[in-house]
């Protein structure tokens, strides 16, 4: 959708390569392809537009043909907001900012400072692919009268009816195939993410799907839910908006370097390498046996859907083609687990392994929308693959009974709330009880909860084969040992250095009138908190890899600095020299550092002054080597294995001699799977 490669200029063609290759910025063009999708905000204005979004510290002037503008003019954008470490600016060709507010019907407002604004503004200028403007008697919208414990529980959740689902119309640029799946899923969605706009303000989160909703006293209504709306940016233009996309989990997983590393030593290394040998044994399966559901099911959950629909060998496959009829579909199939290896994996650690990914949420919501059944006791979990959601127990998701601090899951999770996924890993302990491992990602040292599966939630089985007639063999809680997981982090007392002071989250175009110039103060801390996210995130994988815990005097909690990251723009200036200082204290400790791990070190090496000593590798293979490089090492000879296998089925690959005779019949019909 848009950039570099597309920077379209409406009428006047497109700029020459050469100077598509200078830009420093990304386009979203209002003649960009978008499969249907729409800006709903842009489109009401009638004119051109085009999104440019760039680093927050790049100050070069785009091109004028992006801007709407003649050579030699710079046009104020009509709209900037601020996303982490970019800036967007909104260019509609002949509006100001006034202009554009009077047509949209858009009133925003800095009581909260430039950062908290630009969250409330990107959520609206966001492609859709369902939405509508409606006329507000037609969108009836309830709020619940709730106490604050119980607000807590609803926190991001919030139920919709299927009354307005049906409500809701479809693009008509969309194509066929997308077409009939966004009908069907208006039609059986379970859950879906939400943007309402009013002249209340913002109402966003995660909605469970009500066949039959009634507000508190009885009445039908199409939404229902807690008191939080947003007040940083109101519709008033006579109309209710309505935005939905559809959320569904994953009953598969990667596990990121991220979560590996915190994790060690529940996820041992040799069983992390078999895990991978079963994918891989799969995918070889797949290709001598033509049973190709199971291992198409490991990539489509991994990728766009642009990139699936744009894979020819799925039309091959649906069409009952078998892989070891060409050569090139053996090679492409298996190259398609090769590919998330050899570009994933080998930088970011991402390997397969027994579990899913859904959205974590309280059984109150559940029942609120009139699910059956739905009850889960204190320390359980509901796997509900059919809603995407994690169903927990409303006292646990406050208080956990264990907890030596009283936190529940939402705060030991990082600050979890209803619209958030949780990874979920099943288990079977080591006194013989089957259990969920769930966190979320990011994550800091200890933030996990290990609950007790529900009766009637999903298993979650890893499939190890697929035989001749597609039956599968898989294997349900495999071994592991809950007590090799790090303390919980309600158990442990960091020495947090207070290094985010929230009060400098103050000053940032407070009480202003929205203008592009206001915005300035919230690029200008956008600036000096850029790459702290990240340096943090990396000196925590550092710490833990190292010393198998967290640094003795961390900044800040995680979930403190990923707030003034991308939320309240909090100064983090201090945490980035912690970081760099933090680093230096490594190298100069002369530890071996896992190869994996040299690129995380927070280091300038290009000040020749202070550059501190080369990292020293891990060493030689042997007993005493890092788990990380031992790991490093079975993954490299698992993908020097396939590639073997690979070339080894190539070379095998032939047509059988009926579908060689008809080609020579008639070579129309079977041009397309020739590859």
Avoid at 172 to 180: G, H, N, S, W
Avoid at 546 to 560: F, H, I, K, Q, T
Avoid at 662 to 667: F, L
């Amino acid at each position: 959708m848009g950039g570099r490669g597309a920077a379209s200029v409406g009428g006047n063609g497109f700029l020459p390569p050469a100077e598509l290759e200078k830009l420093s910025y990304n386009v979203i063009s209002y003649d960009d392809p978008l499969g249907g999708a729409t800006f709903p905000f842009l489109e009401q204005t009638r004119r051109a537009w085009r999104i440019l979004t760039r680093p927050v510290d790049e100050t070069a002037d785009p091109h004028p043909v992006h801007t709407f503008s003649k050579a030699g003019e710079t046009r104020p954008p009509t709209l900037r907001w601020v996303n982490g470490s970019q800036v967007s600016d909104l260019y509609v060709d002949g509006m100001t900012t006034e202009e554009f507010l009077e047509a949209t019907g858009l009133k925003l407002d800095l009581h909260k400072g430039g950062f908290v604004l630009s969250k409330r503004i990107s959520r609206v200028m966001r492609p859709h692919f369902v939405s509508g403007f409606f006329n507000p008697d037609d969108v009836s919208i309830a709020y619940m009268e709730q106490p604050p414990e119980e607000a807590k529980i609803w926190d991001g959740a919030g139920l919709i009816s299927r009354r307005m689902l049906r409500k809701m119309m479809l693009s008509e640029d969309l194509p066929p195939a997308k077409r009939e799946r966004l009908e069907n899923e208006l039609r059986h969605a379970r859950r879906v993410e939400f943007t309402v706009m009013t002249p209340k303000g913002q109402d966003k989160g995660h909605a469970i799907v009500a066949d039959n909703l009634r507000d508190e006293n009885g009445r039908p209504v199409d939404f229902l839910l807690p008191q939080d709306t947003k007040k940083e940016v109101r519709l008033e233009n006579g109309r209710t908006f309505v935005g939905l996309s559809f959320v569904h989990g994953h009953n598969d997983m990667r596990l990121d370097i991220q979560s590996l590393i915190n994790l060690h030593p529940f996820f041992q290394e040799d069983k992390l390498l078999d895990w991978l040998k079963d994918e891989g044994e799969l995918f070889v399966q797949a290709v001598e046996t033509g049973q190709v559901a199971e291992a198409m099911g490991r990539i489509d959950s991994h990728t766009t859907l642009e990139e699936v629909q744009a894979w020819p060998l799925r039309e091959y496959f649906a069409s009952g083609g078998h892989p070891m009829w060409f050569r090139s579909h053996v090679k492409s199939l298996l190259n398609q687990h090769l590919k998330r290896l050899n570009h994933s994996t080998l930088e970011k650690m991402r390997l397969p392994i027994p579990g899913g990914r859904h959205y974590v949420m309280p059984t109150a919501v559940g029942r609120r929308a009139g699910i059956k059944g739905l009850d889960v006791p204190r320390g359980h979990i509901h796997i509900d693959d059919k809603r995407g959601t994690a169903w927990v127990n409303d006292e646990d998701w406050l208080a956990l009974p264990d907890s030596p601090k009283g936190e529940g899951i939402a705060g030991i999770l990082g600050g979890a709330d209803n619209d958030d996924a949780l990874w979920l890993h099943p288990f079977t302990d080591h006194d013989g009880e089957r259990k969920v491992l769930a966190w979320r990602s990011p994550n800091q040292v200890g933030e996990y909860v290990v609950f007790k599966p529900h009766a009637a939630s999903h298993p979650l089985p890893w499939t190890t084969s697929v035989d001749d007639e597609g039956e599968r063999e898989t294997a349900a809680y495999p071994l592991a040992d809950s007590r090799n997981l790090p303390p919980r982090v309600d158990f442990t007392e960091p020495a947090y250095l207070g290094l985010v002071n929230p009060q400098t989250a103050g000053g940032l175009s407070q009480g202003e009138a929205y203008s592009v110039a206001v915005m300035e103060a919230a690029i200008e801390r956008a600036i000096a908190n850029q790459g702290a996210l990240g340096m943090y995130c990396n000196s925590l994988m550092l710490n833990k890899a190292l010393y198998g815990r967290l640094p003795d005097n961390p900044p800040a909690p995680l979930e403190d600095i990923i707030d003034s990251a991308v939320k309240t723009g909090a100064d983090l200036s201090q945490v980035v020299s912690w970081n760099y200082a933090n680093s230096r204290e490594i190298l100069e400790s002369k530890i071996p550092i896992p190869a994996l791990l040299h690129q995380r070190l927070s280091v300038d090496w290009s000040d020749k002054e202070k550059r501190p000593p080369l990292p020293r590798a891990s060493g030689i293979m042997g007993h005493d080597t890092h788990w990380l490089d031992r790991l490093e090492a079975g993954v490299k000879a698992h993908i020097e294995a396939m590639q073997v296998k690979r070339d080894e089925l190539v070379n095998q690959a032939r047509p059988p001699q009926t579908v060689l005779d008809a080609a020579v019949a008639d070579p129309g019909p079977l041009s397309w799977a020739r590859g």
